[in-house]
């Protein structure tokens, strides 16, 4: 028997052994975790730096290590009241049964995370399924092998191995740890990948939550202020140089102003980072292939046409020696450029013109459903418009990505960028059984419906008939 099948054996016999902790364990839990990120953030700092070459640490206190604390905090203010049971109303007919739903806990559940918030990706579904009251298998990404080890460390000195596990390794790990017949899998990483584990979780009949990425659109509408868009968007864009899921891919604007916006952004990335080179709040780019294929992604632009501005006068060797890309904006793009059918998740942002709102919603509802949609406007009724008009897994509206860190509203893809969703009572719900209860009352006329049938059937029917 394989290590890790040993391990899911014996995650799940201790939870029938305790299938249902009750809050108390969960509060403990919650509170070590929350404690030991605390006190190892100096060192998750400086591991996923080396990870990357270079990652900000300020990134990673604030879209990380804050992302998780706020996660636990809301997790440790709410939980108790998930975990009751919930009231629901019964039917006429059915009274004076009544109805209930009760949360369970689903048992072993495993999550595979990806490397560009290594630490993040990897804790807030975990806060989730504790919190839901589940054993849980991580298996984070190969990119970040310093992280996954620490993770590892840190994880097994505050939990037993029956209780959270992370399995570390390649491919060939990951691989199997998706074979594995956990009771819930849930997925963060590209939507090929995805596809792949949600084909190996079918054959155990795994209920999965995928959480993806896709080309997320930013639409610029002639109303919005021009300054602020290009700050928030140049600051989101440009957050661990781009490689988030979340990061506006490409904008739609009104192509008489795609110039003065092009120029905005140079200057402004430009003031965020006067050096990217040395720069020690530049983020690298993760590895050598992604920095390749970056690349490729420009030159292929370039040789079918495309307008390419790059932020700042670094040296170009210097640049690529330690994988940093400054700011680029593509212009002119056309179709058949690969930068316009490939996710980015790097700092190249192309901007197509767009000259109404009805010609931005075609551009978005012809492509796969994105995981974040932004607008950036101050007509409310267009901003309606496309809410109600635009299918995405979420919105900002006016800025970008902070929907996500949102602990009061469900984080997921929909279509080609994801399925179900977490985060707060979402996360929740999705690491738990909510099991439907219907309790028989002693006063039930059911038995007027037992066979052999006969007129008193036939009258109990035509008296339910009429209160339904
Ligand atoms: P990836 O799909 O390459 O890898 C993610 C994880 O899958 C890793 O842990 C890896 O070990 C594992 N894996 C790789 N091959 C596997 C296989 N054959 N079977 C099972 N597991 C396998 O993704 P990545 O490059 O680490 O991350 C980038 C992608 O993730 C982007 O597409 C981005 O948009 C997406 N993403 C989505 C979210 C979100 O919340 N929706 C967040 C971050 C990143």
Redesign the pocket.
Known sequence: MSDLQNIFDRQKSAFNGAPNIGWATRKANLKKLGNAIKTHETEFQRVISEDFGNRSFVETTLAEVMVIQGGISHALKHTPKWMRTRRAPTAMQFKPGSNKIVPQPLGVVGI??????PLQ?AIMPLIAALGAGNRVMI?????TPKLSQLLKDVLAGIFSEDEVYVAVG??DV??E??SLPFDHLL????????R??AE?AAKNLTPVTL????KSPTIIDESADMNTSVARIANGKLLNAGQT?VAPDYVLMPGAKINAFSEAMIQQAEKFYPKVAGNPDYTSIIADNHYARLQGLLEDAENKGAKIRTAGDDDKQQLAKERRVPLTIVTDTTPDMKIMQE?I?GPLLPVVASDSLDDALDYVQKRERP?ALYWFGKNKKKENRVLNESISGGVSVNDVAWHVIQEDIP?G?VGP??MGAYHGEAGFNTFSHLKGVFTQSRFSQGKMLHPPYGPKTEKMLKMMKKIM
């Open positions: 595979i995370s990806p490397w560009n918030y990706l298996k984070p990404s190969e990119y390649g491919v990951a691989q740890f998706s997925f963060t990483g590209s939507t090929n990948v995805g792949i584990v190996a959480e993806l990425g896709g899921c996710e998740f995981l984080f893809g960028s994801g």
